[in-house]
C-alpha cells in the first residue's frame, strides 16, 4: 500500500546533540510536510517542499532545518534540541498544497 | 485572521449513542474543509472532506458531516458511536491555491466513549 512512513517511532536523545528523523512515501506526492505536536495540541507547522522548493515557516525555530533529497525521502534536523524540543513529529504529504494530507505515525522524540 | 474553532475540548459519549462534533471556520471564500482523526501515539488519519458539490459527505468508518455556509460550520456526525471510535479529533481548513495552500487546523476536540 502506498504510504508515508517515519522512522524512528521513538527517539531519545541529550541536549544539544543533533538528531536527524526520516521520512519516505510511496505515493509520489508533490508536497512534503513536518508538523510538531505537543501533547494536548494540534499539529504546528514547520515548513514545506513543494518538489524541491522549500518554505519555511515564520516562527520556527533556526535550529530546525530539512532536506528533501529526492521525491520520496525528506528529513528534519534539529541541530541543538533543547528539552522544549520535546515533541511528536509528523511527516505528511499531498498532491498539491489544497489537496488533502497524508499523515505518517509520527516520529516521538524525547530530549533529555 | 483565518482559523478554525472547535467549541468542544473534551466529549464523552455512550457507546451506541450518536455523536456531533463542532467545528466553525472563518475565511472569506469557500473553503476546503477537513475532518482528521488521531488515535493515541499515531499520526493523523483522513475521515472525510468537502471541496465543493454535495454539502453533505461520507466519509470512512460510518462518519459522515455536513457543510452550512450560513453558519461556517461543517460539523461531524455519526449515528453510533464504537469503542473504537475514542481518539481526538481535528477539524481543518486548507485556505490558498493550490499553490499555496496552508492546512489550518482546530484546537481539536477529545472523544472518550463510555462503555
Known amino acids: 500500500d502506498a504510504m508515508v512512513i517515519q522512522n524512528p517511532r521513538y527517539q531519545v536523545t541529550q541536549f544539544g546533540k543533533p538528531v ?8 509520489n506526492h508533490n508536497v512534503m510536510y513536518w508538523y510538531q505536536q505537543k ?3 494540534a499539529p504546528k507547522l514547520l515548513f514545506h517542499y513543494y518538489d524541491k522548493d ?3 515557516e515564520a516562527d520556527t525555530p533556526d535550529n530546525f532545518q530539512s532536506r528533501r533529497p529526492n521525491t520520496s525521502f ?4 534539529i541541530r541543538s534540541p533543547g528539552l522544549g524540543d520535546t515533541a511528536m513529529y509528523l511527516c505528511a504529504t499531498s498532491r498539491e498544497h489544497n489537496q488533502p494530507q497524508h499523515f505518517g505515525d509520527g516520529t516521538r522524540l524525547s530530549i533529555l | 485572521a483565518q482559523s ?3 467549541p468542544d475540548i473534551h466529549i464523552t459519549v455512550s457507546e451506541g449513542a450518536s455523536l456531533e462534533l463542532r467545528c466553525n471556520y472563518s475565511y472569506g471564500a469557500t473553503p476546503y474543509l477537513f475532518w482528521y482523526v488521531q488515535s493515541p501515539g499515531q499520526g493523523l488519519q483522513l475521515l472525510l472532506k468537502y471541496f465543493s458539490g454535495d454539502t453533505l459527505v461520507q466519509g470512512i468508518k ?3 458531516a455536513e457543510f452550512k455556509r450560513s453558519q461556517s460550520s461543517f460539523n461531524l ?3 453510533s458511536v464504537h469503542w473504537s471510535d475514542a481518539a481526538e479529533y481535528f477539524c481543518a481548513v486548507v485556505i490558498g491555491s493550490s499553490n499555496t495552500g ?3 487546523f482546530g484546537q481539536g476536540t477529545t472523544l472518550q466513549v463510555k462503555p
Open chain 2, 77 to 79: 456526525r455519526k449515528p
Open chain 2, 102 to 104: 496552508k492546512l489550518i
Open chain 1, 74 to 77: 525528506c528529513f528534519l534536523d
Open chain 1, 54 to 56: 522549500f518554505n519555511n
Open chain 2, 4 to 6: 478554525v474553532t472547535q
Open chain 1, 39 to 41: 501533547s494536548s495540541q
Open chain 1, 20 to 27: 536527524t528523523l526520516s521520512c519516505s512515501q510511496t505515493l
Open chain 2, 62 to 64: 460510518g462518519f459522515e
